[in-house]
């Protein structure tokens, strides 16, 4: 698989350290109804061919409308597909809804959606989410198709609203709906059509794109600063209650002072992170409610095997780390140590699997066993965005000292640390990565099968994801999960430091707002101000 399909969302849930924004700042001072929003995430490039982050996806949706959305109780809700079914697995037929229109009039069809499917299979597009067609029939095990091809026998106009869509062999409707439904955010033909798939990606039209379909259109944005977006009037579910939505970028030490002035209205759980120490004054504010959000941002710790072949030595490196003392002292008990890739908030989560423990005399015996050159020192390459993390990742190089393993912390931004993950110019990495818990299919397969950034390859778990995807039943899905998690466990690809139960704050003044970490902008045409 070659890098382009390496390019992820590592989800999905980075954080970058950025200035606050000086537009649109507060609500209190205009007579439109406005809505701010804190993130510690950049937008990077709003497109939805290749959104980055997951604040641009959540932009991007706002408006271009995925066909379907996950919600905070782990069902998928309607958005631009009023229904997607299948009776065999095999065969996905998809119904728009008819009402749906661009915002310069003319209605959304069948034929915005294929030529969207199309633009992102082709390879001269460099889509990143181009793999989530391979599962289709027409497309190439990395998900393209060759430019120029007319016919593509997984891929059937029925009728102006009606797309059937073809799988190779059995996809669970879950498994459909958390990849292609999620991540096929629709793009007008009559607009594009004429522009050649290479220069598709940075046309003009992404800069400021004026047909749109979701609930806002866009204002402004600075990529690393800030998103402006206003309510489209004519949105067919209903006009936006509010006339303005805007993200705006801050440092996660901001935060606090933002919402108790009253110039961001809340934070949202996975891209606007609040750093532990300010928990208790956040929580003492008069004009704001909180809440925990469930372990959902796993703060894993990617390792390349070109660098650390040995799985002695990776093992060394999780007996080596006190995890559970980075929960306990640095993040008061708002985290949890988990082996495998899934935390307590999984339906798969794998309570059988213990934890591995701490057991620095074991690490040192793994690391002499495996002749380990103890004057070898790794570069650790860390989110420079979340002030915990770092601290975190300070405790881990001092541990990895202790039992005989130099290291050098490197706080990077967001785009350098993407690229060096991309092009596996890394050695360690440190970085938050979500999995959506209905189904962890689409994430798993890319951190663990072929392309992956680490570099790892075990045909066993390969044949056990192929199984995964096929499947219905969730009991028989945990199973094949857990041995997944027993050889990821041995084997140590990589590995997670703490799962974090991160603090939602939102002001009182706001109405019909659920800032979740799923969910939080289905019903964002209902929003309201006090």
């Known amino acids: 698989m070659n890098k382009k399909i390496r390019k992820r969302i590592l989800s999905m849930v ?53 066909l379907l959305e996950v919600d905070s109780d782990m069902t998928f809700k309607p958005m631009l597909a009023e229904s997607i079914e299948t009776d065999d697995n095999i065969k996905f037929t998809i119904k728009l809804f008819k009402d749906a229109k661009w915002t310069d009039g003319k209605a959304i069809t069948s034929d915005d959606v294929i030529f969207t499917i199309r633009r992102m299979a ?54 459909f709906n958390n990849s292609i439904s999620r991540f096929l955010w629709t793009l007008p033909e009559h607009v594009l059509k004429d ?52 993200f705006n970028v801050m440092q996660g030490s901001q935060i606090y002072a933002r919402l108790q002035s009253g110039e961001i209205d809340f934070n949202l759980p996975t891209i606007g992170i609040i750093p532990v120490e300010d928990y208790d004054n956040i929580k003492a504010l008069k004009n704001i409610k909180t809440f925990s959000e469930e372990p959902i941002a796993n703060q894993f710790v990617y390792i390349d095997e070109d660098v650390i072949p040995d799985a002695r030595v990776r093992k060394a490196l999780v007996h080596g780390i006190n995890r559970q003392m980075i929960v306990d002292e ?19 989560f794998d309570n059988t699997l213990g934890i591995t423990e701490y057991n620095p005399e074991l690490a040192k015996s793994l690391l002499t066993e495996a002749g380990w050159d103890s004057s070898k020192e790794l570069k650790i390459s860390v989110s420079s965005g979340d002030d915990t993390l770092a601290q975190a990742a300070d405790i881990l190089a001092a541990n990895l000292n202790e039992i005989g393993i130099k290291s050098k912390i490197q706080l990077k931004d967001l785009g350098t ?50 199984l995964v995807k096929s499947v219905d039943d969730v009991e028989v899905i945990k199973g094949l999960y857990e041995r997944v998690n027993e050889i990821a466990s041995e084997e140590v690809p990589m590995f997670s430091l703490y799962a974090t139960k991160s603090l939602v704050a939102i002001s009182d003044r706001v109405v019909n707002v659920n800032p979740r970490a799923f969910g939080a902008f289905i019903n964002v045409h209902e929003w309201d101000i006090k």
């Open 14 to 66: 980075l954080i970058i350290v950025m200035l606050f924004s000086i537009t649109g700042c507060s609500s209190k001072k205009t007579s439109k109804k406005l809505i701010n929003i804190g993130v510690t995430y950049a937008p990077g490039t709003i497109n939805p061919l290749s959104p980055t982050t997951e604040v641009a996806s959540s932009v991007t949706g706002l408006m271009f409308l995925p």
């Open 122 to 175: 082709n390879p001269a597009v460099g889509s990143i989410y181009a793999y989530i067609y391979a599962m289709i029939e027409g497309f190439d095990d990395y998900g393209y198709i060759e430019d120029g091809v007319t016919d593509i026998p997984g891929v059937t106009r029925v009728d102006d609203h009606t797309i059937e869509l073809i799988a190779k062999e059995k996809v669970s409707l879950n498994t």
């Open 417 to 466: 640390l993407l690229d060096e993950l991309y092009s596996m110019d890394f050695e360690i990495g440190i970085l938050q990565y979500s999995f959506t818990p209905v189904d962890p299919y689409p994430d798993i397969s890319y951190l663990l099968m072929e392309g992956n950034v680490n570099g790892y390859h075990n045909a066993e778990v390969d044949e056990l994801l192929t």
């Open 330 to 348: 640095l993040l008061k008990g708002n985290a949890e140590v988990i082996d495998g890739f899934f935390t307590s908030y999984s339906p798969y």
């Open 195 to 246: 522009v050649e798939p290479d220069k598709l990606i940075n046309s003009e039209f992404f800069l400021n794109p004026n047909v749109t379909s979701g609930p806002f259109t866009l204002i402004k944005y600075d990529k690393d600063h800030y998103v402006q977006l206003a309510a489209n009037k004519d949105y067919f579910k209903g006009a936006p209650k509010i006339d303005q939505l805007n």
